[in-house]
Nanobody
Framework: QVQLVESGGGLVQAGGSLRLSCAAS????????MGWFRQAPGKEREFVAA????????YAADSVKGRFTISRDNAKATMYLQMNSLKPEDTAVYYC???????????????????WGQGTQVTVAS
């Protein structure tokens, strides 16, 4: 059974940093493309960043490009999201997601990910 557990969320002042982690179990982590999504109150879930199986390919949404960095450690079965220069509009519940894939692809659509974590709250105070 695939299990994804996010951690590292919290309350931070604008301009600050947080590092989110997504620990995976019940899967061969290196066979899964991974992604981060977020959902703010009253808004739809939105794509944040994605990373391929090997970590060789990454992609980030324009809203976070240059501020957020996605990475993974396949030996630890863990994915990370380093978030710098946080803004109040980054406030949301952040979710990690996994998709088994044969090739070294990345995926931006939530519907392409069958496995999701429970989310971790990030609150950025102005």
């Amino acid at each position: 059974q695939v299990q994804l557990v996010e951690s590292g969320g919290g309350l931070v002042q604008a301009g600050g940093s947080l590092r989110l982690s997504c620990a995976a179990s019940g899967l061969t982590f290196s066979m899964y493309a991974m992604g981060w999504f977020r959902q703010a109150p009253g808004k739809e879930r939105e794509f944040v960043a994605a990373i391929s199986r090997s970590g060789g390919s990454t992609y980030a949404a324009d809203s976070v490009k240059g501020r957020f960095t996605i990475s993974r450690d396949n030996a630890k079965a863990t994915m990370y999201l380093q978030m710098n220069s946080l803004k109040p509009e980054d406030t949301a519940v952040y979710y990690c997601a996994a998709n088994w894939v044969r090739e070294d692809y990345i995926f931006q659509l939530g519907g392409e990910y069958p496995h999701w974590g429970q989310g971790t709250q990030v609150t950025v105070a102005s």
